[in-house]
């Protein structure tokens, strides 16, 4: 697995819920984060839980600490994300967890990856990570550059269009208003999710024969028809698609 995730990272040429852990018996490798090579990147072996129970205490005294300020009730630990590894996570108790959440499927290539170490460190990428440009606004020279190189060269076959957003809730909400078969991206430092944009703007255009009238436009502002049209999007219980208000429901 860890070759696979090498080889991915190569290939890709820049490495950029409910909780779900199951536990393993080693502690894993002390790792820092600004040290790491492929040298030391090393998943432990087995499970092991050091704690009488899970999570821990020291967990329990940081998330009661914590709601003293924030509402702290989905916190299911506190993880050291230092000696993380690979498809593990340890806890701030040093309990070793093989973990199969992934911080919500977005580090596929696993906690402490040298190749996105290595990429954090280098000094092209530090201007994204410190100015945190508005995309869609005020775009950086090498934007355009950077969509083709990092994003539509793994795009699905035949979709030749992109529109970054700033996570998977956002991604959906996009998708349900939607413009032809542009595809949205999710892309949250590592975290990329393609969503297929073919619903209510493109389903209303193509009722009409054409765009939206100043009619539409002026209507949707008051969330009254025609421009806000009794459409509705087929979901499943027991499906997550994000926490924004269009998502959750």
Request: charged share 15%.
């Amino acid at each position: 697995m860890l070759n696979l995730a090498l080889k991915r990272a190569a290939k890709l040429q820049a490495a950029v819920g409910r909780q779900v852990l199951l536990p393993t018996t080693a502690t894993a490798t002390t790792l820092s984060a600004r040290s790491a090579s492929s040298s030391s990147y090393q998943e432990p072996k087995e499970p092991k839980i050091v704690t009488a129970s899970v999570p821990g205490p020291k967990s329990n005294k940081l998330r009661e600490e914590l709601g003293h300020v924030q509402n702290s009730g989905a916190i299911q630990m506190f993880v050291d994300y230092d000696r993380s590894v690979g498809n593990y996570l340890v806890d701030v108790d040093g309990n070793t967890f093989l973990d199969i959440y992934s911080q919500i499927s977005s580090i596929p290539l696993g906690y402490n990856h040298p190749a996105l170490l290595a990429a954090l460190r280098d000094p092209k990428n530090a201007s994204a990570f410190i100015n945190r440009p508005a995309l869609g606004i005020l775009p950086p020279e090498d934007f355009n550059q950077k969509i083709k190189s990092a994003l539509l060269s793994v795009a699905p076959k035949g979709l030749t269009e992109v529109q970054t957003m700033a996570c998977g809730s956002c991604s959906v909400e996009n998708a349900l208003k939607g413009n032809k078969s542009m595809m949205t991206i999710a892309v949250s430092f590592n975290h990329i999710s393609f969503h297929f944009s073919a619903v209510c703007f493109w389903y209303r255009n193509n009722e009409r024969g054409g765009g939206p009238t100043e009619l539409d436009m002026s209507s949707c502002m008051n969330n009254l028809t025609p421009g806000s049209p009794n459409l509705s999007i087929l979901s499943f219980n027991g499906g997550f698609h994000g926490r924004t208000f269009g998502a959750l429901r």
